[in-house]
């Protein structure tokens, strides 16, 4: 089973980038900008945020400098410094309105200008942010320009991006600035900043927990208007005096069957329109969607709608070879999908990185479970708790209106918390993850520290890449066991932490088969190459162990579930099912005949 990319549009990633938050003004930036390089950091002090600077270099946005779409890379040069600039123009339906800038991404830190005066500055790589450019515009043409600095800093939220110049391990190149998509929007006095919808679907109703830009000066109406596959089911009109409101909107009508949930198996779509009135005037109005669904655990188990559910995930890291971290267009996001869900997985766990926020779009509509991971940092300090806890409700308010997400992962393997075992302040720092996500999301459960030393969680989640599938049964013999000293003696629970039995277990990593399909791959260019055991070389010795590994994690009685590492090659990493332009290296129907355990 082959799918094909395919490219169209001659702007890139031209789409609205948010099918969560869509407002009627959206007017994309993406492009040709300027660009330089500022390796002598001389930029701020020689005046280059000056209209009329011209920057010696161009760069295809929203790709970053180390890719190839970028029109500079690839390249595994470092540069901390660099600079952006482009012109635009108003749009006439935007005039007389706020102006709000907006950005998908920046990595690491910028500051931006508008005509030569600083609108805003932006800490971290991976969250959304929105500036109110309107008081620094003029008629006509109006001068963007972005000074970005990204260190190869270890207390940042990093996830894959490697540190050095070239590869290590499992580790990549990294990206530095502009890799999501810009755009301008246009709002009223008052601004929709946030809606969140939180589903319950025992009592069919939902809440939406609401806030604006501002508060008011003067009471504000809200209407929301919810519809279901094109026909409106309620209208719901609240006054509102803050800045937040709560609204509970009751479902039910009556008949038979009249909420519809989201699930894999039916990915039901709820649209709900905000509208923001004074005196009877809209000031702003936008569009999300939601899905009325529901996940627990109850004593070891994990339910969705109230029912068992069994998790078959595959890891997923989200990098091309020619854009790295970017998608290269929304037609590659839904061609993972398609992928996922033709090798019998019925989800996928999205490694080490706050995936563009249109393949969780994709995911609700495609009915594909995802788990949300945050992106690692590498060294343990004060900072570095500060900014996983920023980019971790960054992550969760940017989505979380998608019912695909529904377990947060805040930690992998320790990383960035290596003493976690015997340091009590580690320790902390997990269960502060764990319990801020929970009290900013109470709709999804929670992997504290995903893979080894457990802290506080709702899933006891392990890793285990052992090749052969009596050992593998072995090691799962007895979870009493496993949950007190795992392979090589590695403790599962911190020595602070008892389990209580009431969670539930997976393996949430295996099998990462190190596959070279000469025929598919070639040699690789020579690159070393690296992957889990040794390397097969062909289908049959991939599928024997594939089977073997994976039939071994069916077979443990109290599992709930698994993740198989991984969907694609990346660079230097050959475990996956997929090369890295996705074409698959194995039979893909045989993949799914073991994954739905049909024997």
Request: glycine residues 8%; charged residues 25%; hydrophobic residues 35%.
């Amino acid at each position: 089973m082959n799918h094909e990319l395919s490219h169209t549009s001659s702007i890139p990633r031209p789409e609205h980038p948010r099918p969560d938050f869509v407002r009627e003004t959206f007017y994309n930036l993406n492009g040709t900008w300027q660009f330089a390089y500022d390796d002598r950091d001389e930029g701020l002090t020689a005046g280059w945020m000056k209209p009329g600077f011209r920057l010696p270099l161009e760069i295809v946005v929203p790709f970053a400098y180390q890719t190839k779409l970028s029109g500079l890379g690839p390249t595994d040069e470092i540069h901390p410094v660099i600079w952006y600039r482009r012109s635009f123009t108003v749009p006439g339906e935007m005039q007389r309105k706020r102006v709000l800038l907006r950005f998908g991404a920046v990595d690491y830190e910028c500051s931006v200008y508008i005509n030569g005066q600083m609108a805003g500055t932006h800490k971290g790589g991976y969250t959304p942010f929105a500036l109110d450019i309107t008081p620094l515009l003029t008629d006509g043409e109006n001068d963007l320009c972005l000074r970005v600095e990204d260190q190869p800093d270890c207390t940042q939220p990093r996830g894959k991006q490697y540190w050095n110049r070239g590869l290590m391990g499992c580790w990549y190149t990294p990206v530095s600035g502009i890799w999501q998509t810009v755009y301008l929007e246009a709002v009223g006095e008052y601004g929709l900043e946030r809606i969140h919808v939180i589903p319950d679907i025992d009592k069919y109703m939902f809440t939406a927990e609401i806030a604006l830009d501002k508060r008011p000066e003067q009471p504000l109406e809200l209407e929301l208007t919810l519809s279901f596959e094109g026909k409106v089911q309620k209208t719901v009109k609240v006054g509102m005096r803050e800045r937040c409101a709560r609204v509970p909107v009751d479902m039910s009508r009556g008949d038979l069957d009249s909420v519809c949930f989201w699930s894999p198996q039916n990915p039901a779509l709820y649209d709900l329109k905000v509208r923001v009135l004074k005196n009877g005037e809209v000031v702003d109005a936008v569009d999300t969607y939601f899905g009325m669904r529901k996940v627990e655990v109850w004593d070891g188990r994990v339910y969705l709608n109230n029912r068992p559910l069994y998790q078959r995930l595959i890891l997923d890291q989200g990098y091309w070879p020619d854009s790295l971290i970017t998608p290269p267009s929304d037609e590659a996001i839904q061609l993972d999908l398609r992928y996922t869900l033709d090798f019998g997985y019925n989800g996928a766990r999205k490694h080490q990185k706050m995936e563009d926020p249109r393949y969780y779009y994709w995911a609700d509509k495609m009915g594909v479970l995802v788990w949300g991971e945050l992106p690692s940092p590498y060294e343990f300090t004060s900072e570095t708790i500060s900014n996983l806890a920023q980019t971790m409700l960054g992550f969760i308010d940017r989505d979380f209106n998608h019912p695909s997400i529904i377990t947060w992962v805040p930690l992998n393997e320790s990383w960035g918390v290596r003493n976690i075992y015997t340091d009590h302040r580690q320790q902390a720092a997990g269960r502060m993850l764990y319990h801020m996500t929970k009290a900013a999301d109470g709709t999804r459960l929670c992997s504290s520290n995903d893979g080894w030393e457990q802290v506080t969680t709702d899933i006891c989640a392990l890793h285990d890449y052992t090749a052969e599938k009596d050992l593998m049964k072995k090691h799962f013999a007895d979870r009493k066991t496993v949950e007190a000293s795992f392979c090589d003696q590695c403790p599962t629970y911190a020595n602070t932490e008892v389990p209580t039995g009431k969670e539930a277990f997976m393996v949430t990593e295996y099998g990462g088969i190190a596959f070279q399909n000469i025929g598919l791959q070639g040699e690789l260019g020579g690159m070393e190459t690296w992957g889990y055991h040794e390397k097969v070389t062909d289908e049959e010795a991939f599928m024997k162990r594939f089977q073997g590994v994976t039939e071994a994690i069916y077979e443990i009685p109290y599992c709930q579930g698994f993740c198989y590492t991984q969907l694609t090659d990346v660079m230097q990493e050959i475990n996956g099912l997929l090369s890295p332009e996705r074409r698959p290296k194995m039979d893909v129907a045989r993949v799914k005949a073991i994954n739905l355990n049909q024997r």
